[in-house]
């Protein structure tokens, strides 16, 4: 199969055009603009350090619905007494750079390489990238970062150097997004993970049909 590739303007192939495994296009580049073009579209990039810039825009596609985050009894006393303190916005690039530094159970290397965190990075400048940082004895425990558009939060990455301390972010997310009425969290890609808390998938259709309503709406930039 041959895809797509991109090249100085700014413009994707419909998402329906994506192989069997979500594959978009090829190329282009990182600037704030293609990626909010791209989240407005329902695509997504991800790729290796040597490969060309990859496009995703998986069928079906994994959501989190803030009202059915599902927490556990662990949890919830985790949130109450294990000491920890969430503040958002305070340390993006620590985030970011923890996320690609972390090892993960069963993966090997990052995806997010230095070309990624750079542009990120400028969205965070820019009011569109958010950070949700968890914090133990004041040192940094865990934390997620992702891009918010109108009422739909894209979830990018997560780490967590403490137990449970990733879920607290997700869960003080949820709690603030919850209280400005976002439609759903994009969990992009189905894990078992996400799906024990409560993630659940859409028809690639149905989430475009989600996602130009949820975009539709004023987006909360600059610091959260």
């Known amino acids: 199969m041959s895809y797509y590739m991109l090249h100085k303007d700014i413009v994707f192939p419909h998402p329906d055009l994506a192989d069997g495994q ?3 296009a090829v190329g282009g580049d990182l600037s704030p603009e293609r990626l909010l073009f791209a989240y407005e579209n329902g695509i997504f990039p991800w790729f290796s350090d040597g490969d060309p810039i990859l496009w995703w825009s998986p069928d079906p596609r994994m959501i989190l619905y803030p009202d059915d985050f599902k927490i556990s ?3 919830r006393q985790t949130i109450r007494n294990a000491g920890f303190e969430v503040r958002f916005d305070t340390a993006f690039e620590k985030v970011i750079t923890n996320c690609a530094k972390v090892p993960r159970t069963g993966e090997n290397g990052t995806w ?3 070309e990624m965190k750079e542009a990120y990075i400028e969205l965070h400048k820019l009011g569109y990238a958010h950070s949700v940082e968890t914090y133990h004895k004041g040192k940094l425990a865990g934390g997620l970062y992702g891009v ?5 939060f894209f979830g990018e990455s997560m780490f967590h150097i403490e137990r ?3 879920k607290v972010a ?3 997310l949820i709690e603030k997004v919850k209280k400005w009425n976002f439609h759903f969290i994009d969990a992009q890609m189905e894990t078992a993970h996400l799906k024990s808390l409560g993630a659940v ?3 690639r259709h149905d989430f475009l ?3 130009k309503e949820a975009v539709g709406h004023p987006t909360k930039r600059g610091k959260w």
């Open 170 to 172: 997700l869960f003080y």
């Open 112 to 114: 997010i390489t230095s």
């Open 22 to 24: 979500g594959l978009l």
């Open 73 to 75: 009894k662990s949890l």
């Open 201 to 203: 998938t859409v028809p």
């Open 209 to 211: 049909k989600m996602l």
């Open 164 to 166: 449970d301390a990733s």
């Open 148 to 152: 918010s558009l109108g009422k739909a």
